[in-house]
């Protein structure tokens, strides 16, 4: 046999070698040479809010995020994640064999941006039932009345505008009125004290010459409450009979955002419920005896609360994952109201705060994530 029919033996021989390895590789499988055995490998897909972040395997450099680390032998990994300028997240994650393990990391600035949404004294800061609008309450003597942040999607990302829906006028200050959501977010209603005049209002635009509703403010929020009841009727339709009975045994039960998913008190530990998934998570990390309000983050994967609020003193906003771990520390300081509101994309937190020591007077306030 010649030596060029002998190379071409071997050249053809160490690519399909290479060819079996390459499919091997890519099956799931890897050598242990201390072991010295084949086994089967896991998967771990990371991606980050913001995305450019370095992932740390057990210490160690491994990639960025948004890609595969591959060929890991199961296992508990300790997983870094870290990007300059903004919080790290850490988690111990199990990878299994023939099995992708997914990350998905929300990175918060280390010192989040503080802007003025609005200098206008705002007394009253009330959130509509789907938390993605809120009435304002104006006494500024040249804008007093009430006015509506409202949310709108735009090409390059969710903006917000501030517009009037009501002004007050000499015989009716709208703004000292008490402010009464439609469960649809569609309608307003404002009843005037102490004449109990009601006025139901569109917050879609300036609302001109108003005239009082002919049903009482018992009337038409219990029409309002018959519809809430009807939506939660139609959510729990979807439940199994096990998930119901977690579900009615539950207290301060909050749907997310996507509607599959519920967060729910029970003796005294909030828990997560993944109708997706099945799974029930228990929500660590909570500062209890502090804790002010605790409600779901717009994605749907997050919570974020208010803990240590001392109204016109202090407060503190944290956003977490949903097993309360990697908790970060959003905001810390001056809160004149224990309501919040995220814009839908999370980027925005809007508060209400003054740092003027001599005024009482609020400004609206909101924090730049992102």
Known sequence: MSKRRIFSILLITVCLVI?????????????????????????????SIPDGASIFLNGDLASATNTTIS?????????????????????????????????EALLLPSAPELKVATYDGVTKFTLSPDNIKVA????DEAKA????????????????TIKQIIKDTPEEKFSQGETVWSTDGQNVLITLLPSN????????????NPT????????????????????????KKQLTESELKIYSEGQE??????????????DGIYFSYSLEDERLTEVKNLELASLQSIGWYPDSKHLITIEDYV???????????????????????????ANILVSPDGKKIFLLTSFNLSSNISSLYYLNLR
Do not use: C
């Open 136 to 139: 304002l309450a104006i006494t």
């Open 71 to 103: 060929n890991l032998e199961p296992g508990t990994y300790q997983i870094k994640i870290t990007k300059n300028g903004y919080s790290t997240w850490q988690k111990d994650i199990v990878v299994r064999a023939e099995l992708v393990s997914q990350i």
């Open 197 to 208: 005049s009601n006025f139901l209002l569109d917050p879609s635009h300036l609302n001109e």
């Open 311 to 337: 109204e016109g003193k202090n407060g503190k906003m944290s956003v977490m994952e949903e097993d309360g771990e990697n908790k970060t520390n959003a905001y810390e300081g001056k809160m004149d109201s």
């Open 253 to 266: 039960n909050q749907w997310s955002p996507n509607s599959l998913k519920f967060l729910f008190k029970k």
């Open 212 to 235: 009082p509703t002919k049903d009482g403010k018992e009337t038409i929020v219990a029409g309002w409450q018959q519809e809430k009841d009807d939506l939660e009727n139609q959510r």
């Open 19 to 47: 060819a079996v390895i390459a499919v091997f590789l890519a099956s799931g499988y890897s050598l242990n040479f201390k072991k010295k055995q084949i086994v089967k490998t896991g998967m771990i897909y990371a991606t």
């Open 145 to 160: 009345g009430v006015w509506i942040l409202a949310f709108n999607n735009l090409p390059f990302g969710t903006g917000y």
